[in-house]
């Protein structure tokens, strides 16, 4: 096997890892059922076990530090190389606890377009200096998905030169993931090259509200329908929404575990193309206004909200459990919801109409709710249970909090009579019949 493609295989990578994880050979293993191979401390010595990776589709390269090689001739690769590199079926590579200096990078980012490689991840990497990009201007790569995790580099800002000479690539570019990595911000000219760009992932990292508006320029990823933005600094629910305005195509938005604060009088107007929403650990003591008009999926789980008094009619998934609900939202306001999760609030009956109307979704679930085991608590509990539709946690989260008589009993073991549930539905006939014998 040639050089260059063993400079391909380690990150350029002909690599000898200087430390790696205690107990471990320098040396590749391949899980042939998983078509997986991993490689720890690859050194000169061991370089041929690496053939062992060429059945699997995912290789990973663990630690070490390649510094030495910034110097290593590398030469355009011959056709025996290509050939090569063109039989092997890779799909992914991974590379992880690694110093990668960016100028060795750079010279060997290229080979890829020999290969069939489609994802690309760094974990845990230290990206050293900065690189010659020239080499990849008009290249082509394979390579549609890459990520970033925990990773630490140079400042995104600046680097314009850069993103112009892997622009024919980024612009081809399906789904991108910087997460973990510290990042308060990204240029507006970085998203302009992501073209094709449908998913991106900037989730545990430090942006804040006055970032967004500048990373989401007029012209930055035009393509853009998912964007998780979860555990960052975001604070102001009017601030995201501005800053998201105009990405036009956004159906996919997770603002999860961020401390949200509600501004009512907010007049931003989100994408209409929005049908997913996850607001769920946000912090939020009260429903944001407005909401996405179109949306479908809509999570505000585990937060503080005590009501929720909106209309949506294309909504079909509702997830409120963790919450300090008293009552059963209005179902009337949903008219297309088929799921409905209210675990974990403090909701003690179900009024007979709602009983009526939950029995036509197909998933409802309320585990874990200080039930009053009276008629309108147990009764409506258990007519809900014989639909076949309160499935999750029924029936072992399901139990009394009052009256007295029944606490901690299971709400399907109370015995619920004609009498318990509907007093005037006995008594009524009850009278009559006396009426009738006393005429008589």
């Given at each position: 096997?040639s ?10 990578l ?5 430390q ?5 050979r ?16 690859l050194?000169?010595e ?8 060429l ?10 530090d ?5 110097a ?6 011959d ?6 590199l063109?039989?092997?079926?890779i799909q992914k590579?991974i590379?992880?606890?690694v ?7 750079a010279r ?13 991840a760094?974990?845990s ?7 010659d990009w020239?080499?990849?201007d008009?290249q ?7 990520s ?11 680097q314009?030169?850069a ?6 690539w980024l612009?081809?570019?399906?789904e ?9 911000s990204l ?13 991106l ?11 967004l ?5 007029q012209?930055?990823?035009p393509q ?9 600094n975001?604070s ?13 195509e956004l159906?996919?938005?997770d603002?999860?575990?961020?401390e949200?604060?509600?501004d009512?009088?907010s007049?931003?107007q989100?994408?209409a ?8 650990n946000a912090g939020?003591d009260?429903?944001?206004?407005p909401?996405?008009?179109?949306l479908?999926?809509?999570d505000?789980s585990?937060?503080h ?10 909504l ?7 919450n300090l609900?008293?009552?059963?939202p209005?179902?009337?306001?949903y ?22 109307l ?7 679930a309320?585990?874990?709710n200080?039930?009053s ?14 639909t ?13 909090h009052s009256?007295?008589a029944?606490q ?12 318990h ?5 006995v ?5 009559v019949?006396?009426?009738?014998l006393a005429?008589?």
């Amino acid at each position: 096997m040639s050089v260059a493609v063993l400079l391909f295989l380690g990150l350029g990578l002909g690599l000898q890892a200087a430390q790696g994880r205690r107990g471990r050979r320098n040396r590749c293993y391949l899980n042939r059922t998983e078509e997986y191979c991993v490689c720890y401390n690859l050194s000169e010595e061991t370089v041929g076990s690496i053939i062992q990776c060429l059945p699997a589709t995912v290789v990973e390269f663990q630690g070490g530090d390649v510094e030495k090689y910034i110097a290593f001739p590398i030469e355009d690769l011959d056709d025996s190389a290509i050939e090569t590199l063109g039989s092997l079926i890779i799909q992914k590579i991974i590379i992880a606890n690694v110093l990668v200096p960016e100028i060795l990078l750079a010279r060997v980012l290229r080979f890829f377009s020999y290969t069939h490689v489609q994802e690309l991840a760094f974990e845990s990497c230290i990206f050293q200096g900065t690189g010659d990009w020239s080499d990849m201007d008009g290249q082509n790569l394979p390579i549609r998905s890459l990520s970033f995790h925990n990773v630490t580099s140079a400042p995104l800002t600046g680097q314009e030169q850069a993103f112009s000479s892997l622009s024919r690539w980024l612009e081809t570019l399906e789904e991108l993931a910087v997460t973990g990595s510290h990042v308060t911000s990204l240029p507006c000219d970085l998203g302009k090259v992501f073209r094709a760009l449908r998913s991106l992932n900037l989730a545990q990292n430090s942006l804040s509200d006055g970032s967004l508006s500048p990373a989401f320029c007029q012209g930055a990823f035009p393509q853009l329908q998912e964007l998780s933005l979860h555990h960052n600094n975001l604070s102001s629910y009017h601030g995201v929404c501005e800053g998201l305005e105009l990405l036009q195509e956004l159906r996919h938005l997770d603002l999860s575990h961020n401390e949200l604060m509600a501004d009512p009088s907010s007049s931003c107007q989100w994408p209409a193309s929005l049908r997913h929403f996850n607001l769920s650990n946000a912090g939020l003591d009260e429903v944001p206004t407005p909401l996405p008009p179109n949306l479908e999926v809509l999570d505000m789980s585990h937060n503080h909200l005590r009501a929720l008094d909106v209309s949506l009619s294309s909504l079909k998934k509702l997830f409120l459990n963790q919450n300090l609900l008293q009552a059963v939202p209005s179902l009337r306001n949903y008219p297309m919801l088929d799921t409905l999760h209210l675990d974990n609030n403090s909701i003690w009956e179900l009024p007979r109409a709602e009983v009526k109307l939950l029995g036509r979704l197909q998933d409802v679930a309320m585990a874990d709710n200080p039930f009053s085991c009276s008629c309108s608590g147990a009764g409506g509990l258990q007519a809900l249970a014989a639909t076949g539709h309160l499935g999750q946690g029924w029936p072992g989260g399901y139990r009394c909090h009052s009256p007295a008589a029944y606490q901690g009993w299971l709400v399907a073991q109370v015995p619920v009579s004609a009498l318990h549930c509907d007093p005037a539905a006995v008594v009524a006939p009850v009278c009559v019949a006396l009426a009738l014998l006393a005429v008589a």
